[in-house]
């Protein structure tokens, strides 16, 4: 399995931005997909954006995030990074960085491996 360590929340105001990070440990981590999710208070844990296993690789993002937020990665370096731009109140969550194994998936449960989270906090 990998192990995941998220960074880079914060609270902001809306229309700003924030660049989430993800270390992973771990000598497979290349081969793995790599995922976000988030959970609002009240709610279920809903996917964001992943990324396959190579660099050049297919993304996929939910609509909700499509055009604004943007996942890339740096096998080099163990990290996955989340690019949230133009944020929006309803972006407020704890962001999760996860691991799979599939191809692209969008199910948590495809995602045996998480992180602790990150708190985004987005004020009107």
């Known amino acids: 399995q990998v192990q995941l360590v998220e960074s880079g929340g914060g609270l902001v105001q809306a229309g700003d931005s924030l660049r989430l990070s993800c270390a992973a440990s771990g000598r497979t981590f290349s081969s793995y997909t790599m995922g976000w999710f988030r959970q609002a208070p009240g709610k279920e844990r809903e996917f964001v954006a992943a990324?396959?296993?190579?660099?050049?690789?297919?993304?996929d993002y939910a609509d909700s995030v499509k055009g604004r937020f943007t996942i890339s990665r740096d096998n080099a370096n163990n990290a996955v990074y989340l690019q949230l731009n133009s944020l929006k109140p309803e972006d407020t969550a704890v962001y999760y960085c996860a691991a799979s194994p599939l191809v692209v998936p969008r199910d948590p449960k495809a995602f045996p491996s998480w992180g602790q989270g990150t708190q985004v906090t987005v004020s009107s």
């Open positions: 990324i396959a296993w190579r660099i050049g690789g297919g993304t």
